[in-house]
């Protein structure tokens, strides 16, 4: 299925020279810093997501519990600092690093990004270290 392309992700593809596979499905994926690929799609509401993946989840169990338990004590120490969220793949399987950019933030998809990008650093370098 083709899908129609955000207006700000288009622009944002167009100034950078990404390429987008044809057809498009709904999402593209920016490789940032040769490191982090950072997925752009739209959102509801004409809002655009970004979405990183940060880990695999551990196997179930106590020490799931205890990593995730972690996670979420460190997430709610940079809820004041950075608005991406982590988020759990509906399979369960997945840590993500997640940011929903809504139309009336006053923040360009440019600066989102940047921000977003600075989290998804201090995200990688802090996950290790909850396992």
Known sequence: MNQSMHPVI??????HGITVPE???????????????????AAGENAVAMICRLASLPAGGATRDQWLLNVGKLALGTVSMCPASCVIDPNENAL???HILTPGEGISLDESMGQFVNALSFWTGALPRQA
Request: charged residues 30%; hydrophobic residues 45%; aromatic residues 14%.
């Open 23 to 41: 057809p498009f499905r709904g999402r593209v994926t920016v490789v940032v810093d040769e490191r982090y690929r950072v997925h752009l799609q």
């Open 96 to 98: 993500w690093l997640q």
């Open 10 to 15: 288009a622009d944002y593809v167009a100034r």
